[in-house]
């Protein structure tokens, strides 16, 4: 099966930071857009931050910005999120697929969803 893997999750205090991952399971990122998607408990699929084709683009949802960042590593087969001063109310599971991605906005679907991680802001 073709997907996406999420790690990295756990339990963080607000304020604090954490570094998620997300690798291609089955398939290459090469000439790959990549979003990042989150569910709150209770809340629709929203989408967070994406990088783009051949890192043309990144955008940041405004809830996000600033906090943020979404950095890949050189080899091209792992893309993490960066998440800095973290509230409560960033408390979801986070899930990367493929999605289109352009400087001021992302697709809302995705393609090779992963199984999500939880990111817990509790002190």
């Known amino acids: 099966q073709l997907q996406f893997v999420e790690s990295g999750g756990g339990l963080v205090q607000p304020g604090g930071s954490l570094r998620l991952s997300c690798a291609a399971s089955?398939?290459?990122?090469?000439?790959?857009?990549i979003g990042w998607f989150r569910q709150a408990p209770g809340k629709e699929h929203e989408g967070v931050s994406c990088?783009?084709?051949?890192?043309?683009?990144?955008y940041y949802a405004d809830t996000v910005k600033g906090r943020f960042t979404i950095p890949r590593d050189n080899a091209k087969t792992t893309v993490y999120l960066e998440m800095n001063s973290l509230n409560p109310w960033d408390t979801a599971i986070y899930y990367c697929?493929?999605?289109?991605?352009?400087?001021?906005?992302?697709?809302?679907?995705?393609?090779?969803w992963g199984q999500g991680t939880k990111v817990p802001v509790s002190s």
């Open positions: 089955g398939f290459t990122l090469d000439n790959t857009a």
């Open positions: 990088l783009g084709r051949s890192d043309f683009a990144r």
């Open positions: 697929a493929a999605a289109p991605c352009w400087v001021r906005g992302m697709s809302k679907r995705g393609n090779y």
